[in-house]
């Protein structure tokens, strides 16, 4: 009995999809309109109770680049690269 019902069940889902095989054309909407003025909103305006963020551990790492003091060199580089 269980298969007899199961196979029924098959072959209406199979007959629904059979039938949506021709070509579906979707047309959307190209302008909607939305008046913010009509639309009323209702509630009480109220601050938040105590709201408080823990400070994460932050891991710092090291700068494998060395330390430079100025990038003169670079700089005049650039600037003759724009003449």
């Known amino acids: 009995m269980k298969i007899f019902a199961i196979t029924l069940c098959l ?3 199979s ?5 949506t095989k ?3 054309r979707y ?4 302008f909607e309109k939305f ?4 639309i009323g909103v209702e509630g009480e305006a109220g601050s938040p109770g105590d709201i408080s963020i823990s400070p994460r551990l932050r891991k710092e790492f090291a700068n494998k680049l060395p330390e ?7 700089m ?5 690269g724009i003449r």
């Open 22 to 24: 021709g070509n579906v």
């Open 35 to 38: 008046d913010f003025e009509e």
């Open 11 to 13: 072959m209406f889902i």
């Open 27 to 30: 047309e959307y909407k190209k």
């Open 15 to 19: 007959s629904a999809f059979a039938q």
């Open 68 to 74: 430079r003091k100025n990038f003169n060199k670079e």
């Open 76 to 80: 005049k580089k650039a600037i003759e």
